[in-house]
């Protein structure tokens, strides 16, 4: 079975389970420190309850690792409820100084068919208001990417950095369309990333790639080797930071399936810091690391000894840029033994010919 098939299949069938909730029950804001351009600050992140992901749900049933469609109502949000909604969640949070603001849309904030223009212009105008805020942050397939739409966002923010954020997920293209589905190639995110830099001289404009940890049918040293070579050819490619998102099991998905069956499971931390050596020794562009599902039973995981531990420093390390210090933990062992002589089974691989 082709993988668009099967993805379409889960897809339809996920969305057949999803409780409809109003547009407001699914907003949702936070904030955390962060490290921004000028180095350590705030980040207040935003989520708006936009119709959905179109490529979620087009027929090829989108990634194979991701439920974020979950987070939308699926219908279409008026452009003053979806401002109404972003300033209520921007009143919860002291905006101080060194502040970065991150909108996520469940899909791609510069698509006007899920974000409506007249909302995205006056959520920009808000945010160019507000003097503490020194980064906006978005994110967009590329397909979405232009010069036109981007020169509109940053003559809406001015003197403020706008950050556009593109899931390559991989710098392999067999990956991308065999073990995520992503729907576009290597080609396409150069082309964004091309028009992004063309801006440069004349914005403050930024981009960034978002790296997935440890695919489906995947082992666990292919998964460190990929990760490494996709910063390396981030950094290539000419975007200005890289944020790696190590698998956590999303529910609704392709990637869930095959846990369940016991044909997957999420990467080491162990991993996850190997990564982190070799790309804090090879990339000279800041690199962040997610701890999102650190040390559950659907995320990274190493053991309960020092789960805890590594994310800690891990997030420290973010801050700072620096390597984390490992300590001794005899889970170590065990790690090493799944990158040597981890396969994929045989019976994993027929599950989507």
């Given at each position: 079975?082709e993988?668009?098939?099967l993805?379409?299949?889960?897809?339809k069938n996920?969305?057949?389970?999803?409780d409809k909730?109003?547009?407001?029950?699914?907003?949702?804001?936070?904030s955390?420190e962060?490290?921004?351009?000028s180095?350590k600050?705030?980040?207040i992140?935003?989520?708006?309850?936009?119709?959905?992901?179109?490529?979620?749900?087009?027929e090829?049933?989108g990634?194979?690792m991701?439920?974020?469609i979950?987070?939308?109502?699926?219908?279409?949000v008026?452009?003053?409820?979806l401002?109404?909604i972003?300033?209520n969640?921007?009143s919860?949070?002291?905006?101080?100084?060194?502040?970065?603001?991150?909108i996520?849309?469940?899909?791609?904030f510069?698509?006007?068919?899920?974000l409506p223009?007249?909302?995205r212009?006056?959520?920009?105008k808000t945010?160019?208001?507000?003097e503490?805020?020194?980064?906006?942050?978005?994110e967009?397939?590329?397909?979405f990417?232009?010069?036109e739409v981007?020169?509109?966002?940053?003559?809406l923010l001015?003197d403020k950095?706008?950050?556009v954020?593109?899931?390559?997920?991989?710098s392999?293209?067999?990956?991308k369309?065999?073990?995520?589905?992503?729907?576009?190639?290597n080609?396409?995110?150069?082309?964004a990333i091309?028009?992004?830099?063309?801006?440069?001289?004349?914005y403050?404009i930024?981009?960034k790639a978002?790296?997935?940890?440890?695919?489906?049918?995947?082992?666990?040293?292919?998964?460190?080797?990929?990760?490494?070579?996709?910063?390396?050819?981030?950094?290539?490619?000419?975007?200005?930071?890289?944020?790696?998102c190590?698998?956590?099991?999303h529910?609704?998905?392709?990637?869930?399936?095959?846990w369940?069956r016991?044909?997957?499971?999420?990467p080491?931390?162990?991993?996850?810091?190997?990564i982190?050596?070799?790309?804090?020794?090879?990339?000279k562009?800041?690199v962040i690391?997610?701890?999102?599902?650190f040390g559950?039973?659907?995320?990274?995981?190493?053991c309960k000894?020092?789960?805890?531990?590594?994310?800690?420093l891990?997030?420290d390390?973010n801050?700072?840029?620096?390597i984390?210090e490992?300590f001794?933990c005899?889970?170590k062992r065990?790690?090493?033994?799944?990158?040597?002589?981890s396969e994929?089974?045989?019976?994993?691989t027929?599950?989507?010919?």
């Amino acid at each position: 079975m082709e993988i668009q098939d099967l993805m379409s299949d889960i897809r339809k069938n996920a969305l057949q389970r999803m409780d409809k909730k109003l547009p407001v029950e699914l907003s949702a804001s936070w904030s955390s420190e962060d490290l921004l351009y000028s180095g350590k600050g705030n980040a207040i992140f935003i989520i708006l309850p936009t119709p959905g992901c179109v490529h979620a749900l087009s027929e090829s049933g989108g990634c194979t690792m991701c439920s974020y469609i979950a987070d939308s109502p699926l219908e279409t949000v008026t452009s003053d409820e979806l401002v109404d909604i972003f300033k209520n969640l921007m009143s919860r949070h002291e905006i101080k100084p060194k502040t970065a603001l991150k909108i996520f849309v469940s899909g791609s904030f510069l698509n006007e068919d899920e974000l409506p223009k007249k909302a995205r212009d006056e959520i920009l105008k808000t945010l160019n208001n507000e003097e503490n805020i020194e980064e906006v942050v978005v994110e967009s397939r590329p397909e979405f990417v232009s010069e036109e739409v981007l020169q509109e966002c940053c003559n809406l923010l001015h003197d403020k950095i706008f950050e556009v954020s593109i899931g390559l997920e991989s710098s392999s293209d067999y990956i991308k369309k065999y073990k995520i589905n992503k729907g576009f190639l290597n080609e396409d995110f150069e082309r964004a990333i091309n028009t992004i830099k063309s801006l440069k001289s004349d914005y403050k404009i930024t981009s960034k790639a978002y790296l997935f940890v440890k695919p489906i049918l995947t082992s666990e040293k292919e998964a460190i080797e990929d990760a490494v070579a996709s910063a390396r050819y981030a950094e290539k490619a000419g975007v200005d930071r890289i944020s790696f998102c190590p698998a956590t099991i999303h529910k609704g998905t392709l990637m869930e399936l095959l846990w369940r069956r016991g044909s997957y499971k999420p990467p080491w931390i162990w991993s996850i810091l190997e990564i982190i050596k070799r790309v804090r020794n090879e990339v000279k562009i800041p690199v962040i690391m997610d701890t999102s599902g650190f040390g559950t039973r659907r995320g990274p995981f190493n053991c309960k000894k020092c789960n805890k531990k590594f994310k800690n420093l891990i997030i420290d390390s973010n801050l700072s840029q620096t390597i984390p210090e490992e300590f001794k933990c005899e889970c170590k062992r065990n790690w090493i033994g799944d990158v040597e002589f981890s396969e994929i089974t045989r019976s994993t691989t027929n599950l989507i010919r």
